[in-house]
């Protein structure tokens, strides 16, 4: 089958688009990964920064208010013991 001069000249204008996109998005691709290589990395948290005390504060009173560690008592005397 025999295509005329117009038809060519439309799949050649769509298979441009569509080599067009496919370069777009990967300028874009390699855009995105030069833009995370060149972040800073974060940086741990150190022990003593003020975020991680007022943790460990936290984490104390809500333990004490819990008035210690309660263990199950492995016996069988009674049910419902607990240690603490």
């Known amino acids: ?5 117009s038809q060519q000249r439309k ?3 769509a298979a441009e688009e569509a080599a067009r996109k496919e370069r777009q998005a990967v300028e874009a691709m390699q855009r995105e ?3 995370e290589a060149e972040q800073p990395d ?4 150190t ?3 003020d975020a991680s ?3 460990k504060r936290r ?6 208010r ?19």
């Open 1 to 5: 089958m025999l295509i005329g001069a």
């Open 11 to 13: 799949m050649r204008k």
């Open 33 to 35: 990964i030069q833009a």
């Open 42 to 45: 974060k940086a741990m948290p």
């Open 47 to 49: 022990p003593d920064d």
């Open 53 to 55: 005390r007022r943790a």
């Open 59 to 64: 984490s104390l009173s809500s333990f004490s």
């Open 66 to 84: 819990r008035r210690g560690r309660q263990s199950t008592i492995l016996t069988g005397d009674v049910a419902g013991d607990t240690l603490g």
